[in-house]
């Protein structure tokens, strides 16, 4: 069955970095736009950046912008968030999604999502 794994969550001190990795298993990220998703605690998931098919086009929510970078390595068929400069409230789950187009706002063009990682950002 097709997946997305994420891995990389984990536990790290305000102003910190972390990187996340999603891993297609039976799936090829190839030409398949990839978003990242954030659901703080208790409140909804948004978007928090994506990149295209063939990475030409990248998008970042005006919360995260110039802290954290997508990319992707089509060797290991894995997509990445580096995230720098963490804070609190960044903390929750991350998930990682594919599907035919870029967008942060819209959730439900995305076809196939990880079942997420856990990020915590606290001293």
């Known amino acids: 069955q097709a997946q997305l794994v994420e891995s990389g969550g984990g536990l790290v001190p305000p102003g910190g970095s972390l990187t996340l990795s999603c891993t297609g298993s039976e799936f090829t990220l190839d030409y398949n736009a990839i978003g990242w998703f954030h659901q703080a605690p208790g409140k909804a998931r948004e978007g928090v950046s994506c990149?295209?098919?063939?990475?030409?086009?990248?998008k970042y929510a005006a919360s995260v912008k110039g802290r954290f970078t997508i990319s992707r390595d089509k060797a290991k068929n894995t997509a990445y968030l580096q995230m720098n400069t963490l804070k609190p409230e960044d903390t929750g789950v991350y998930y990682c999604a594919a599907g035919p187009i870029c967008s942060t706002n819209h959730w439900e063009a995305y076809n196939l999502w990880g079942r997420g990682t856990q990020v915590t950002v606290s001293s």
């Open positions: 990149t295209s098919r063939d990475d030409s086009e990248t």
